[in-house]
């Protein structure tokens, strides 16, 4: 059985992470929760919360917006962490 991954993007930065999907998917179950809001975000986590494996987050700001304004994340979590050089690109 596949882990079930929800992975919380910005609407911005979703066609970026498609580009992998075929194989992340061939890895695990995936959900995309793109937001554009921090409110919008804070409501994505709390729906999605307790319907995945883990959580992949598109960046060290939606994983630490969670911990600091919402709670903490009680699920295994990671963050994809990019270079200045790549995140101004």
Sequence with gaps: ???H??????????????????????????TYLPYSTTME???LYLEHA???DGFLFS?????????E????ISKPCRFLDLADRDYYR
């Excluded at 992470?17 to 695990?28: F, I, K, V, W, Y």
């Excluded at 304004?69 to 903490?72: D, G, L």
């Design 50 to 52: 307790n319907k995945f």
């Design 41 to 43: 975000l804070t409501n």
């Design 59 to 67: 960046g060290q700001y939606p994983h630490d917006y969670i911990i």
């Design 1 to 3: 059985m596949k882990y």
């Design 5 to 30: 991954i929800g992975i919380i993007t910005a609407r911005k930065s979703l066609r970026n992470l498609q580009n992998s999907d075929a194989l992340m998917r061939e890895l695990c179950d995936i």
């Design 69 to 72: 304004n919402v709670c903490a």
